[in-house]
């Protein structure tokens, strides 16, 4: 079964609202977390580095008053959209690597769709 | 820094086909290298791996062998069917340091399968 969980799968969501992703590691604690995005027939970019405890990392070019990241428990890390435009329209995914970072799992990614 | 440079696609086979998808990386270190696989309108799952030169990783036919000497990890699959239309996606790992549990991708190369 799963060991991350991401939600919601898909959503659409109207110009200038936010919406807010979560991704939760389900049999272990994530202290790191990480954020990528898929443009459509693209690969995966990383935007950012969620910490637990402490605040994100984020890429360059990524936006941190648009994407905010907020780790606030070992399982638990949420992504939230912030006046969402439609080019912000893309595949969000989340990973979380074992103890030894060897093993990344990811989640099932969310499809956003902004209108 | 790191890259991982994947063969241009889209691939287009007929069933039973062989198949092979280059795959070419940068690292500093010995970093682990992975192929992930992603069916239309899902996430990404992790398809095979290998962590250390001349591993072969295998899964549901595919195959890859870490070469140093070569850095490479080419996908294979002696007989494709329809089912492994997908995207699929080479990628590396550091483990360790600042780079822990960062993946690095490719560009990803589309796999279509005609009966």
């Known amino acids: 079964g799963a060991v991350v969980s991401q939600h919601p799968s898909r959503v659409i969501c109207k110009s200038g609202t936010s919406v807010k992703i979560e991704c939760r590691s389900l049999d272990f604690q994530a202290t790191t977390m990480f954020w990528y995005r898929q443009f459509p027939k693209q690969s995966l970019m990383l935007m950012a580095t969620?910490?637990?405890?402490?605040?994100?990392?984020?890429e360059q070019g990524v936006e941190k008053d648009k994407f905010l990241i907020n780790h606030a428990s070992l399982t638990l890390s949420t992504l939230t959209v912030t006046s969402a435009h439609p080019e912000d329209s893309s595949f969000y995914i989340c990973?979380?690597?074992?103890?030894?970072?060897?093993?990344?799992?990811f989640g099932e990614g969310s499809w956003l769709t902004v209108v | 820094g790191n890259s991982v440079t994947q063969m241009e696609g889209p691939v287009t086979l007929s069933e039973e086909a062989f198949l092979t998808i280059n795959c070419t990386y940068t690292a500093t270190g010995y970093p682990s290298l992975f192929w992930y696989v992603q069916y239309p309108g899902e996430g990404l799952q992790l398809l095979l791996k290998a962590t250390k030169a001349d591993d072969k990783g295998s899964n549901k036919g595919f195959e890859a062998t870490y070469r140093k000497e070569t850095t490479s990890f080419h996908l294979e699959k002696g007989s494709v069917q329809v089912s492994d239309s997908a995207v699929y996606f080479c990628?590396?790992?550091?483990?360790?340091?600042?780079?822990?549990?960062?993946?690095?991708f490719g560009q990803g190369t589309i796999l279509t399968v005609h009966p």
């Open positions: 990628a590396l790992i550091n483990a360790g340091g600042t780079s822990y549990g960062k993946l690095t």
């Open positions: 969620s910490n637990e405890g402490s605040k994100a990392t984020y």
């Open positions: 990973s979380a690597p074992s103890r030894g970072g060897n093993t990344i799992y």
